[in-house]
């Protein structure tokens, strides 16, 4: 049983490896997903989306949330 306080970029979630509720480190990466070249600067805000990788500090298992996939 663990009572640490969560930092600000950690969060408890549902570990599917662990199969309990522990803490993951929360992390956001903006992904590209155009290749740059053919986007014109007004457009390059828009292919790029903020993608939520968390990782659990207990087994290292990560995941990310995604809304569409690779
Ligand atoms: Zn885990």
Sequence with gaps: M???K???NETL???PRCGRETVHRVALK???TSTGGDVS???V?????PVRTTA???CDARSRTLR???
């Excluded at 805000?45 to 989306?49: D, N, W």
């Design 56 to 58: 659990c500090l207990e």
């Design 45 to 49: 805000k828009f292919a790029r989306k």
């Design 41 to 43: 600067p007004e457009n």
């Design 13 to 15: 979630e549902d570990c």
């Design 68 to 70: 569409d996939r690779d």
């Design 30 to 32: 903006l992904k590209q």
């Design 6 to 8: 969560l930092r600000r």
């Design 2 to 4: 663990r009572s640490r």
